[in-house]
């Protein structure tokens, strides 16, 4: 059944545009018969689905017809169920039915109310089912209906079953065994246009076979396809005189039975005659006699495994206009095979000359008989050669396909090859693989009118240097696509094809082609579509477009152009886009891309797609896409964006139609989604395909492999507190930071500083004046003997006009015992200053009576009046127990540690004067 579809369409594809109701007739009718296949390539589904008013419920094992469907649906698809029966009550909740599909079901009768309940039906297809018998009452209420099919059941017709159908224009009733064409007895089907009798068991052709047919006036299709017809009785066909397309297709007829055929077809207004698969291997030369007088325009020969044409075999279709002659094996044409064809317009010969025995040979001269033909295929034809005058005579030739084609002569392509055509006003030229190895110079100079050029999938290995494409001066389309990627290009290719506006090269290129200076493209001013895709292409000028000032779409993808946008390109990044102003769509998908110029689509204010899938983009800037203002696709499928920001995003979306966004690792966090999910929500004049299920989280965990749409935005509060807060506490814990580290590594110094700033505005003493009068030294020193040599260096230095240290041996009064000497001194000095180091605290004379009598002075005369100087870091348990001192005793500034850096000793002294200048008296 699809076979017959396609021929039926490939016959009214060629027919006058005056039959264009019967072509969609026709159509209407393929599109019943192939309905069962579409429905087989659907998914699986689980329920009817309703739109447009249409319910489709097919292949859903249903034993019975919905009752919960829309009860205004106009259309009802119920094939491929489990249907034995079709009750009229159960459609009676659809009145307004005009289409139903019973097809494929178990049906066993068509119920007689069916169109009493569906007063408004006009197709009923009931395909493949077992209905026996139908009479004139199951369809007397029918009146309405203008296409029945009733293909594949076990028919048995009697009387005048279609009678009622005044209004039916499509009767399908093949594939039900009949064993005669007649459909009854008495006159019925008045407006029937198409009527399908094909695999049935009749073998004649009875004179009144279709007198039932004799005031359908309107029959135009008659389909008896694959019938074993073997006799047709004289006037079998007059009963439907106004015949124009027969189709006998698999009929296996033989010669004798097609002779007889046309001959009774003379009295029809036959128009178009497909014989496919008749058995016709050798076509005589008086096959077609009998449609001398008739206006048969179109002939349909193809597979039927011909040989030999004789000559003169066409000689009396004289107004043919198309003729089919593929998939045969004829071994041979020459001067007469195509003779009487003075009005062809259309020889369809693919496959039809193939290599079996020996090669086929086409004479020269072969075609000269036709004049008028404007469009001749040769495609997957095997010829031994094209000569000098193989296509001589063809003078209103305007399209020659050799595509998918082996001839020797065009492996190297010269200045006579097509010397034949140049009578012809050739305008498209089709050399689609066809082994082509080199172009000469002027190779197709005689094809001064052609406009298109395809030279796809071959293996040219050549530097184009202008001279191939001679006299091409009215060219408009090179195809040079697939060709090994062995083609250079050089400044001067194109500058014969000045008219050049598509131009494709795609998997062709060496990957230095485009690399020349000047462009090899500068001469096509004309150019709208540039190709130059899967070339591995990965340097390119910045002036390689210039002067495409009319160039609109530009195919890029599958190269290698990353390094040409990288900011670390030397040079810089190449704008080569910036000559391209009017481009409107633009693919780069597949260059390993990681980056893009803020200034790379600049000035591309026409671009309405552009494509950038399967690329390592990550990191957009933000002012990117803010020049493409007509923007309408945006491909980014299969790149490694994480984030959706509004601003990158916000001004392409907001015109754009078709968003393909999809396997990408988004990062499903507020500040990476929150803007993009709003978006997909609110808009409605966005396509997105596959967004649930290809739009999908990547971090973090909690989303991991679950679709953006499942993000919860809600949980996405007002960040601008939160961020403010932020940046408050962030400040904080840095300043405490730094002034930690500060203080650590430099306190000192400040410190230094500090007391120097203070101290020479307010001096070094806090202690009144009368206070310093009462005693004769500043402080009394107390250390170890083996510090007296660091006291000397380092204490003693310190003593001028208004600083005096006593030390033991330096002071101790003269002619008094030792122990008074020390109370006595001890009482004359303002503070006690211990050197403290591991030596003082083992010194038994210190320990059990200078520290002894320091500490009970001092609580005696409550007075804070101890200095301590550490020299070694000595543990508080340890300075405890000897000395009977805690640190915490003492004010901080009366605790001082010699430093072990050189710089910091002028700090420590500063530090000692001022300990020695503070008051003894006890702070509140």
């Known amino acids: 059944m699809p076979l017959a579809c396609t021929l039926m369409t490939r016959v009214f594809e060629t027919m006058h545009a005056t ?203 008659l389909n008896i396809s694959s019938v074993p017809l073997k006799t047709l009785e004289p006037g079998c066909f007059k009963p439907i005189s106004g015949l124009r397309t027969l189709i006998m297709d698999g009929s296996q007829m033989g010669t004798n039975v097609i002779s007889k055929l046309c001959s009774e077809l003379a009295v029809t207004a036959i128009d178009a005659l497909s014989l496919q698969k008749t058995k016709l291997i050798t076509l005589p030369k008086a096959a077609f006699a009998g449609l001398q007088k008739t206006n048969i325009t179109f002939l349909d020969l193809s597979r039927n495994t011909m040989g030999k044409i004789e000559g003169g075999a066409f000689s009396s279709l004289s107004r043919l206009q198309t003729l089919i002659l593929s998939d045969n094996n004829i071994t041979r044409l020459s001067n007469d095979t195509f003779q009487g064809l003075n009005s062809l317009k259309t020889l369809q010969l693919t496959k039809a000359l193939v290599k079996s025995h020996r090669i086929p040979i086409i004479e020269d001269f072969s075609f000269q008989p036709l004049g008028a033909l404007e469009s001749l295929i040769l495609q997957r034809t095997v010829v031994h050669e094209i000569t000098e005058h193989t296509f001589s005579g063809l003078t209103s030739l305007r399209e020659l396909d050799l595509s998918f084609s082996n001839y020797t002569s065009l492996k190297i392509i010269t200045n006579k090859t097509f010397v034949s055509l140049a009578g012809s006003p050739l305008t498209k030229l089709n050399l689609t693989w066809t082994a082509i190895a080199k172009i000469d110079p002027g190779s197709f100079s005689v094809l001064r009118n052609l406009t298109t050029l395809v030279l796809d999938f071959n293996f040219i290995k050549q530097v184009l240097t202008g001279r191939e494409f001679e006299g091409l001066d009215q060219v408009e389309e090179i195809h040079m696509s697939v060709n090994h990627q062995t083609v250079g290009l050089s400044s001067t290719s194109f500058v014969n094809v000045p008219n050049l506006r598509i131009l494709t090269l795609g998997r062709s290129l060496t990957a230095e082609a485009v690399n020349v200076d000047p462009s090899p493209f500068s001469p096509l001013a004309k150019l709208t579509v540039l190709d130059l895709s899967n070339n ?189 807060l932020y940046i408050l506490s962030s400040t904080v814990v840095i300043t405490l930071m730094v002034s930690a580290l500060l203080v650590r590594f430099q306190g000192w110094r400040i410190q230094f500083y500090w007391n120097i700033l203070i101290n020479r505005a307010l001096g070094f003493s806090d202690a009144e004046v009368e206070e310093g009068r009462e005693f004769e030294y500043d402080a009394y020193v107390i250390h170890a003997e083996k510090d007296a040599s660091w006291v000397e260096r380092r204490i003693a230095p310190l003593e001028n006009d208004m600083c005096r240290f006593c030390l033991e041996d330096r002071d101790s009064v003269p002619g008094m015992s030792k122990l008074e000497s020390i109370v006595d001194n001890m009482r004359k000095s303002r503070k006690i200053l211990f050197v403290v180091t591991e030596t003082l605290l083992r010194d038994p004379w210190c320990r059990r009576f200078k520290a002894h009598h320091a500490l009970h002075q001092v609580i005696e005369a409550s007075r804070d009046s101890v200095v301590l100087v550490f020299l070694q870091d000595v543990h508080d348990f340890k300075l405890s127990r000897s000395l009977f001192l805690r640190r915490g005793m003492l004010r901080s500034c009366c605790v001082l540690d010699w430093p072990v850096h050189k710089e910091r000793v002028p700090a420590f002294h500063q530090k000692l004067l001022i300990a020695l200048g503070m008051t003894n008296r006890l702070q509140e």
Not at 647 to 663: G, K, T
């Open 19 to 221: 039959r264009s109701l019967l072509s969609l007739v026709v159509i209407i009718t393929c599109d019943l018969m192939t309905e069962k296949h579409n429905c087989l390539a659907s998914q699986k589904k689980t329920s009817c689905s309703v739109q447009d008013g249409r319910a489709d419920c097919s292949h859903l094992s249903l034993t019975a017809v919905p009752r919960d469907l829309p009860k205004g649906i106009t259309s009802l698809d119920v094939s491929h169920n489990r249907l034995k029966t079709i009750p009229p009550a159960s459609l009676a909740l659809y009145p307004g039915l005009r289409h139903l599909n019973v097809s494929y079901n178990s049906i066993t009768r068509l119920e007689r109310g069916l169109c009493q309940t569906l007063p408004l039906l006009q197709t009923l297809n009931m395909e493949h089912n077992v209905v026996h018998v139908l009479e004139m009452e199951d369809v007397s209420h029918c009146t309405n209906l203008t296409q029945l099919v009733m293909a594949s059941n076990k028919l048995q017709l009697h009387g005048a079953p279609f009678s009622a159908l005044q209004s039916l224009r499509v009767l399908d009733v093949s594939k039900n065994k009949l064993q005669s064409a007649s459909l009854g007895s008495q006159p019925q089907l008045p407006g029937l246009v198409s009527l399908n009798l094909a695999f049935s068991y009749f073998t004649t052709l009875k004179k009144d076979d279709f007198s039932y047919l004799s005031h359908s006036s309107f029959l135009r299709v």
């Open 536 to 724: 591995n292409i990965a340097n390119i000028r910045v002036n390689m477009l210039e002067g495409l000032v009319n160039l609109k779409v530009l195919m890029l993808q599958h190269n290698n152009l990353a390094r040409v946008w990288k900011s670390g390109n030397l040079g810089g990044p190449v704008l080569f886009l910036k000559s391209a102003e009017r481009l409107t769509t633009l693919h780069m998908d597949s260059n390993g891309l990681d980056e893009i110029p803020a200034e790379a689509l600049s000035g591309l204010g026409n671009l309405r797609e552009i494509s950038l899938a399967n690329n390592l983009l990550n990191n957009l800037q933000n002012s990117i896409f803010d020049h493409l203002s007509s923007l309408r696709v945006l491909n980014l499928q299969k790149n490694l964006l994480t984030a959706v920001r509004p601003q990158v995003f916000q001004a392409p979306l907001r015109n754009l139609s078709l968003l393909l966004m999809d396997r990408n690792p988004f990062d499903c966090t507020c500040e990476s989604m929150v803007w993009f999910v709003k978006w997909l929500n609110s808009t409605n004049g966005t396509r997105v395909p596959g967004l649930r299920d290809q739009y999908l989280c990547n971090t973090p965990l909690a989303y991991f492999n679950r679709s953006v749409m499942v993000f919860d935005t809600l949980s996405c509060k007002d960040m601008t507190p939160f961020q403010a």
